[in-house]
């Protein structure tokens, strides 16, 4: 069988996915979800004319040649905590008492911060410096203005977007669902909890794939431990296939005698069963079934994860409509010789990105075979090393970051 080309596959993959239908969601239940339209803002942000600090609210006209040496000194005919409204306004010679937050007064033009006044008996404050007209002053609309956008459609949200939305009074947003994904294991080798008998190991690609599909924002629907059995794994996804927005199966994938899962996927048709020009995790199986995509991603523990990230995370990502689902790509220098043979593969080496002053420095985490899960869990990039005989130390090398 051909090897198909990794960018192809990647490419295909985002072309042949649906993109999830939009809901209104609460915002603070929006953060990683992506904005189905635009957001414009009505009121602007802030409301009102308001203080930066704590001070005195003054006419700057008043404070010309106010200094240490010769304060000037204004008559306070008020207080202003934040969230009172202004009854009195700011004459010639006078000042207001004026707390962070709190509306500016009529004829008032600048604050006089706290640190440059001293009181003066009951009714007076003597201003120590001069002010500007305009100074500490938050002018309405400073930060947002009515009738601006505020996001574009596509903005993925983060903490900040949310506070943002909040502070124009949005309640709720319209987003792109968020996916929900089934991650079933098949393998009679397989168990769960318990001793093992001989030629029985764990499971551990079930767990990892929930976790990895919950870390990138995704919801995951525990689909369970299915055997080696067609009729089995027929029936599983039957299921699965009404409640998930996309299915992942580990293992079975590869020519072995035992492709059940290959037999049963079949069944439901439209699956294409690839080898991709990439080591670990060449086999693959994608296909959409009823509207949901499908991956059948291989068995060994390190290739499911690669597998994962290189194609089911962009995939699940560009249903919940972002635009830019894959990981950040960046140079690093190769920390030791990463030597591999010509085989018409880009190799995936996983490696430790550290930050050494002058760029990222890439080091290989340990034992490259594909079922050492333990030197991936140390790594947080993926080297991508293309078709040759691999990098010198100190040579430049593309690095995919997992986090
Ligand atoms: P398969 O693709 O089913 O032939 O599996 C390839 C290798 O991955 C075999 O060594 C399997 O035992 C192993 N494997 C398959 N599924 C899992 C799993 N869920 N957890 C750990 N190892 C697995
Ligand atoms: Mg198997």
């Not at 001070?55 to 040649?65: E, F, L, S």
């Not at 000037?72 to 707390?99: D, F, H, K, Q």
């Not at 079933?184 to 690609?205: C, F, H, K, M, Y």
Request: hydrophobic share 45%.
């Amino acid at each position: 069988m051909a090897l198909v080309p990794l960018e192809e596959a990647r490419d295909g993959i985002l072309a042949a996915v649906p993109t999830l239908p939009v809901v209104d969601t609460p915002i603070a239940d929006a953060v990683g979800l992506v904005l189905a339209v635009e957001v414009v803002t009505d009121e602007p942000v802030p409301p009102f004319a308001n203080t930066a600090m704590d001070g005195y609210a003054v006419r700057a006209a008043d404070t010309v040649g106010a200094s240490d040496a010769s304060p000037v000194r204004l008559r306070v005919v008020g207080e202003l905590p934040a969230g009172r409204a202004p009854t009195t306004p700011v004459g010639p010679g006078e000042a207001i008492r004026i707390m962070t937050g709190a509306p500016v007064p009529d004829g008032a033009d600048a604050i006089v911060m706290v640190e440059r006044t001293q009181r003066d008996g009951d009714d007076g404050v003597l201003v120590e410096a001069e002010v500007t007209e305009g100074l500490h002053v938050r002018l309405p609309g400073g930060d947002l203005q009515a009738g601006q956008v505020v996001f574009a459609a596509g903005t993925v949200l983060g903490a900040a977007h949310v506070g943002v939305l909040a502070s124009v009074g949005a309640r709720t947003v319209p987003i792109h669902r968020r996916a929900r994904v089934g991650v079933l294991s098949t393998g009679d080798e397989l168990v769960e909890e318990g001793a093992l008998t001989p030629g029985q190991i764990r499971d551990s690609n079930r767990p990892m794939l929930l976790a990895l599909a919950r870390a990138a924002g995704v919801e995951a629907i525990d689909l369970g431990l299915a055997r080696d059995n067609e009729e089995l794994i027929v029936e599983v996804l039957e299921d699965a296939f009404t409640r998930c927005d996309a299915v992942i199966t580990s293992g079975g994938v590869s020519v072995g005698d035992y492709d059940y899962v290959k037999a049963a996927l079949d069944r439901f048709g439209s699956l294409e069963w690839r080898q991709v020009a990439i080591k670990p995790a060449k086999p693959l199986a994608f296909g959409i079934v009823r509207g949901v995509p499908v991956f059948g991603l291989p068995g060994n523990p390190v290739s499911s994860l690669v597998s994962f990230e290189l194609f089911a995370r962009p995939a699940l990502l560009s249903m919940m409509g972002y635009r830019e689902p894959r990981r950040l790509e960046v140079v690093a220098r190769a920390a030791h010789a990463f030597t591999r043979r010509p085989d018409g593969k880009v190799h995936l080496d996983r490696v430790e990105v550290t930050w050494d002053g002058e760029g990222y420095v890439a080091a290989s985490t340990g034992a490259q075979e594909s079922n050492v899960l333990s030197a991936t869990a140390a790594a947080n990039g993926l080297a991508l090393l293309p078709d040759g005989d691999g990098a010198a130390e100190g040579d430049p090398i593309a690095v995919m970051l997992l986090r």
